[in-house]
């Protein structure tokens, strides 16, 4: 199983972007799809998950500026990112809790990460 991320850019302050993950391989399931970040010179951090019952979580942030869904058929998880400021500036990671046929309980899988860079 890989998780491919899709959407990097540079944009300007105000701007939008959209993100795209999509599970690749012998999925039997997912449950939890959601995004993290890393800032240069700072650790990764939450941005927003959403599990495949109940509601999507966001970090305080980006609250009100980014949303993020799934296309469950797709196993696929987007971001949508609006109001972009400099301190959203990151690599952007793409996490997902699979479970394939030899991780029937479950398995955290990162991708690789997007570079998304907002100026201002």
């Known amino acids: 199983v890989q998780l491919q991320a899709f959407g990097r850019g540079l944009v300007q302050t105000r701007q939008c972007l959209k993100l795209t993950c999509a599970a690749s391989g012998t999925v039997i399931s997912i449950n939890v799809m959601g995004w993290y970040r890393q800032a240069p010179g700072k650790p990764r951090e939450f941005v927003a998950t959403m599990p495949s019952e109940g509601i999507a979580t966001y970090a305080d942030s980006v609250k009100g500026r980014f949303t993020i869904s799934r296309d469950y058929a797709k196993n696929t998880v987007y971001l949508q990112m609006n109001s972009l400021k400099p301190e959203d500036t990151g690599v952007y990671y793409c996490?997902?809790?699979?479970?394939?046929?030899?991780?029937?309980?479950?398995?955290?899988?990162w991708g690789k990460g997007t570079q998304v860079t907002v100026s201002s």
């Open positions: 996490n997902a809790d699979i479970k394939t046929p030899s991780y029937r309980g479950g398995r955290h899988y």
